[in-house]
């Protein structure tokens, strides 16, 4: 079983930044897991923000973000980070980490579902 905490969210004007942090605490270790960013917006679906491959360290993002958040990953903190700039009011969601074991950083954004989530952290940007 794999645990993940997200931290960092919170409330910002537009065009501000943050930086959230997908933390596995305990013995797991994310270096053998593909990664990735989700958010949902109320009454929307869950959508694809970002992912990081599990061996390559190779990124998608979505196109909404990409110019403006990027995903990383730091494997000897057990940490991956979404920095997150030039925030819009429609940047506004719960996000939430996931992780599959092995995966690519395309096949976080094409599969449906994910082996592991987080509990997702509030982000609201206000105009």
């Known amino acids: 079983q794999v645990q993940l905490v997200e931290s960092g969210g919170g409330s910002v004007q537009a065009g501000g930044s943050l930086r959230l942090a997908c933390v596995a605490p305990?013995?797991?270790?994310?270096?053998?897991?593909?990664m990735g960013w989700f958010r949902q917006a109320p009454g929307k679906e869950r959508e694809f923000v970002g992912a990081?491959?599990?061996?390559?360290?190779?990124?998608l993002h979505a196109d909404s973000v990409k110019g403006r958040f990027t995903i990383s990953r730091d494997n000897v903190k057990n940490t991956v980070y979404l920095q997150m700039n030039g925030l819009k009011p429609e940047d506004t969601a719960v996000y939430y980490c996931?992780?599959?074991?092995?995966?690519?950083?395309?096949?976080?954004?094409?599969?449906?579902?994910?082996?592991?989530w987080g509990q997702g952290t509030q982000v609201t940007v206000s105009s």
């Open positions: 305990g013995r797991t270790f994310i270096r053998g897991y593909g």
């Open positions: 990081i491959s599990w061996s390559s360290g190779s990124t």
């Open positions: 996931a992780a599959d074991f092995q995966a690519t950083a395309q096949a976080m954004r094409s599969k449906a579902e994910h082996d592991y």
